[in-house]
């Protein structure tokens, strides 16, 4: 070394290189050599390098990419490649925000397509939301008429059910499954089977058909049902006109009744007594010659009327005048009108096997 170092070795500069090449392993011992320059770099992404005329630099901080973006690689440029985050679009030199960032209320709205721009970086229901149509505005107006609308549900609806409005609650809105009001979209989400609205006491369901769950109307006071007829109410029900079975023998019913025991009136002729019609004598006739009837309201011996129970016999004229004989009847000679010119009263006489009657009883 002390003799041959410094007369073997010398300071010397680093190769120099030019154009697309860099001067490489310049160090102790060696002035490098001129390398070409990489056409990949070996920094991270986000980070650049530049190399020409003889000079390799180190990894430097990329800064070109925009907001809501991310470098993809390292670069030999200042002009690092970058991509838009998730949920972004490239326009030009910056990153829009998309409706892929937005949710929309799935209860009341369609989102849009996840690439539909939002305005600028805001995304909001306007920008990315279609709303959907509402029950109301498919049924319409709510009222006591059956809705057509869901009683258009061909369907068949189990027993005790009918298709009817669905009810929201108090402060909500319903929707369709759409855009439209129209029965695809609409039908099966604002209708639904639903059971006949419930009623007790004295209340039944009343109009519960296709379209409506009915309403709670109280038990009438009177029955609409024919004389004979008889229906029952409450507890949610009103049956239909059913056949009255009380009315005794001899009697006819007197009108429609809102329970089993229907009013009823004896027939003509008989007369109620306690829950039977007892025959009375208007049904029978007496002899008249011979019998003078009883009061019409005279009750029979049960159904059966008779002359016995019906009738009183008449006196007879045997009786008022006695036996007859050829002399003048006492009973005629006191008879105080005058007698006609060549006439007397005398008793009359009756044909053979018949019978004078006195005008009464007596």
Known sequence: DSSCQKACCSEQSCKTCSGKFYTDKCQAGTIGTCAA???????SAGEY???GDGA???CLKCSNAPENSAYSEGSLSSECPWKCNEGY????????????????????SIPLKASTLCNGTTCSSESCCTPKATCGSYIGASSDAPSAKCAAVKDAASDGKVWAPMEASAGTTLYCKGTESDDSSCQKACCSEQSCKTCSGKFYTDKCQAGTIG???????????????????????LSKCLKCS???ENSAYSEGSLSSEC???????????GTTCVATCALYSCDAASSIPLKASTLCNGTTCSSESCCTPKATCGSYIGAS????SAKCAAVKDAASDGKVWAPMEASAGTTLYCKGTE
């Open 37 to 43: 320059c990489p056409t990949s770099t070996s920094c």
């Open 49 to 51: 390098q530049t190399c």
């Open 56 to 58: 390799l630099s180190k």
């Open 89 to 108: 679009m490239k326009s030009g030199t910056t990153c829009v925000a998309t409706c892929a960032l937005y949710s929309c209320d799935a209860a009341s």
């Open 215 to 237: 309403t709670c109307a109280a038990c009438p006071t009177s029955t609409s049902c024919s004389a004979g007829e008889y229906q029952t109410c409450g507890d949610g029900a």
């Open 246 to 248: 009380n009315a005794p």
């Open 263 to 273: 009013p009823w009136k004896c027939n003509e002729g008989y007369m109620k007594s």
């Open 325 to 328: 004989s050829d002399a003048p």
